[in-house]
């Protein structure tokens, strides 16, 4: 073989090598994922690959004779043309866009990230060839609209900070919810969100901002040191809602070139959650309570529980009345005073205390005031748990007492029946004895509810004891009731009377064991409460053996309390002078206690007597030399 | 002489001779070539080619073709037995050996000529790819396009002649193309 024929050979090889590989490019090309082309200004394609053949649904082989513009509408051919443009006019020598195949079929169409590459004009004709990438980006924006619309309905606000401490133009469709406010893109997050709270915030937590801030543009370490401190939950007064929101806040640091360059923060609604919170501790509390409760009452003696709750409760719903209606302050404090007494009477500490601050509240700031309301309201909300409590654990069965109750009504109603068919008779109507049945009626419709104040005895038993117990004193009590009765109300006030009475004998009157020996007493004190009943006329009187009554301190509070002149006071009795002690405001004592201290029991007693057309007088008695009140009310008509 | 006349003598034999191959390679009398430009600037999916180089000239031979295309016009293969694959490349390196053929009875004329040439091997690439090859500029070089019709498809070719030195030419500037014939069997392929 001569030389040429081994250089053909040679040749020939290295060609079909050359082709080979030429074709598996070819392939490989053709092959390749997404939209690989070159085509002309006009959308004329020379070449392609599989995808594209498919996307305009030709066989390869034919693509050249096709036009890339069968993908897009008009509009969005436009928009790919101007990119053209911008490189065959020398603009640009790269463009890269995202355009979606929409000139195809609604279910053929696809999102594209298109490469476009100058290829060179086609030999000496004004044609100017591109070289086209097209990257399938459907999937990666279906999974990113799934992602927004994640990030849009998460209930979570998500914001980016930037160095300059201004929001980022990317944040969640909640932020703008939580915030109640729109276009918080590139503002100051100070004034969008911390600014509106610092009204609830404490000093230590208005420089919690300051130090979140300071961490922008510092070294990770710095945000890791300091990130406790950053201000974690605020209330924020939301234009949306009418109470302030209560916001949770996460900061997570984004660090670039190892310096915060942002600050991601989540903020998170937790308005609900802290109000579920805070139900539950109200409802442990709630259940605390009630145990104190349930132990007040059972540390009240069987025998005495039933009569304190029935006159608290007594004076608790005078107490409303006088709240609800006329609001004298006068009033109020003395019904708070009687309330204050029977619940200490009754062992029912936190009552006696909310009705004292009640008593003092109501002094100083009058019963108008929204201090007096907030603090009746906490005695309304004690007593109605304790009697619901009361009613629920401890009351009787009524059922005999109901039984006499029906007798009585079967009774009544067959008298007024007998009446009216007496008055019926027009002819023989003897009017005398028709007044005698009418009174015996009306008489016995008062029995129904009348009580006999001896009923009292037990709680009166137990106010001396109370009481004494409280002032280190002692002293017992002969109760004398002489089968007087009054009606529910009137028994109630009769117990508020004696309450006082006793209180201030055993405070003011009765002196201490130690003193009593030293002065050759006993030294338990004796008190007597005697009552007499005429008709609707009750008389009584209660003294005891004590120190009897200081004139001199008298005096000197009438001058005090600026009641009298000197001049005045000196025209006066001992005995005119005595009667003073029921002003209102006139204590003798030093101190004020619970019990006794500020002059109100005595005036609140003279009140209730006079609201009876009473009257009442202190003297000093004959036989003990102790005080001695007595007493006149007439209940008819009252 | 002048470069025009001497590439468009040069291009007619190319033409002539592309018509009498194709028509005895492929056994069909129907193929005519007509003069014609390109209806698309890349008028078929494949394209062959062959060089013939002489001291005063080159001329490139081109035919453009769709595989399909060359399958329906051939009268002589038998292609049932072949995969499509195996087809397509059957039928590519008919084009190439077509161009062989070309090129090797354009080099026998220039022979006869008295006029020494050398032919390159005939290759087969992509349509497209004559984007990458040299224009005409219309003083030295020159092209002259050309399509041969069979009885339903059409090949398009074109022939690119670069001349250099006219002297010594005259014999071929005398030369009919038309008496170029191809002596039957003178074929091996396949």
Known sequence: ?638 | MKNNELAEKLQLLVQVTSEVCLKSLMQNSEIRAEKSDFPHLTPGEWMSLILVSTNQFRIIFKIFFDTDSVKTEIKNINLSKFSESESQNILKDFMKEYCNMTGGYIKTVLDKLDIKAGSSLPVTILGFDDFFFPFANEQNSFERRWCLKGQERAFYCSCYVVATETKNLDRIMNFDPSEIQIVEGDMDLL
């Open chain 1, 1 to 638: 073989m001569s030389t040429l024929n081994h250089d053909m050979q040679a040749n020939h090889m290295i060609f079909s090598l050359l082709e080979k590989s030429k074709i598996q490019n070819e392939f490989v090309l053709q092959n390749l994922k997404g939209v690989y082309a070159v085509m002309g200004e006009d959308g004329g394609l020379f070449r392609g690959n599989m995808e594209l053949a498919q996307l305009i649904s030709t066989p390869l082989n034919l693509i050249r004779n096709k036009n890339i513009k069968k993908l897009f509408n008009r509009e969005s051919w436009n928009i790919f043309n101007s990119h053209l443009k911008k490189i065959s006019t020398g603009t640009s020598k790269y463009q890269a866009f995202e355009l979606g195949t929409d000139g195809l079929e609604a279910h053929q169409q696809k999102n594209y990230y298109w490469e476009v590459y100058p290829f060179g004009k086609y030999k000496n004709q004004d044609l100017n060839l591109f070289f086209i990438l097209g990257t399938d980006v459907t999937q990666l924006r279906n999974m990113e609209n799934q992602l927004n619309e994640l990030f849009t309905n998460i209930p979570l606000g998500i914001l980016m900070i930037n160095k300059k401490g201004q929001i980022e133009s990317r944040y969640s469709a909640y932020v703008e919810w939580i915030l109640g406010t729109n276009d918080i893109s590139d503002k100051p997050i100070n004034a969008i969100l911390y600014e509106p709270c610092r009204a609830y915030m404490n000093p230590e937590e208005l420089k919690s901002i300051e130090i979140l801030f300071s961490t922008l543009g510092q070294d990770p370490s710095y945000f890791e040191t300091e990130k406790n401190k950053f201000p974690r939950r605020l209330r924020y007064p939301s234009p949306l809602q009418d109470e302030p929101i209560t916001l949770e806040l996460s900061y997570y640091p984004v660090v670039k070139e190892n310096k915060i360059f942002q600050i991601l923060l989540i903020l998170e609604d937790k308005s609900e959650l802290i109000k579920i919170q805070n139900e539950k501790k109200e409802e442990k509390a709630l259940g605390l309570v009630t145990a104190k409760r349930i132990e007040a009452l059972k540390k009240c003696a069987p025998e005495i529980l039933p009569l304190a709750v029935r006159e608290i409760n007594n004076t608790y719903q005078r107490l409303l009345f006088l709240i609800n209606g006329p609001k004298f302050t006068q009033d109020v404090v003395q019904c708070l005073h009687g309330l204050k007494g029977s619940a200490r009477i009754a062992g029912f500490e936190l009552l006696s205390t909310l009705c004292h601050e009640s008593e003092e509240c109501t002094l100083r700031f009058g019963v108008e005031s929204e201090a007096t309301q907030q603090q009746v309201s906490h005695i309304v909300a004690e007593w109605e748990g304790l009697l619901s409590l009361y009613q629920a654990l401890f009351e009787k069965n009524n059922s005999e007492k109901d039984a006499l109750q029906k007798e009585n009504y079967k009774r009544l109603k067959r008298e007024v029946e007998e009446l009216n068919i007496l008055l019926r008779n027009k002819q023989n109507v003897d009017f005398d004895i028709v007044q005698q049945r009418v009174d015996i009626l009306v008489f016995q419709l008062c029995a129904i509810e009348w009580r006999y104040l001896s009923d009292l005895k037990p709680l009166i038993d137990e106010v001396v004891r109370k009481t004494c117990e409280s002032v280190q004193k002692k002293a017992v009590i002969n109760f004398v009731s002489n089968d007087v009765r009054t009606n529910e109300k009137d028994t109630s006030l009769f117990y508020e009377v004696f309450l006082h009475l006793l209180s201030n004998a055993i405070s003011h009157g009765i002196e201490e064991p130690s003193v009593r020996i030293a002065a050759g007493k006993n030294e338990v004190g004796k008190i007597e409460l005697v009552l007499n009943q005429d008709g609707f006329n009750i008389y009584g009187y209660l003294r005891d053996d004590g120190q009897g009554l200081n004139i001199e301190q008298i005096k000197k509070r009438i001058i005090e309390k600026m009641i009298l002149s000197e001049s005045e006071l000196s025209q006066k009795t001992p005995s005119e002078i005595y009667q003073y002690i029921f002003h209102a405001g006139l204590s003798t004592s030093k101190e004020v206690g619970q019990i006794a201290g500020r002059g109100v029991g005595l005036s609140a007693i003279k009140d209730i007597i006079e609201q009876w057309n009473g009257h009442i007088k202190v003297s000093i008695d004959s036989e003990t030399r102790g005080a001695r009140f007595d007493f006149h009310v007439c209940l008819q008509g009252h």
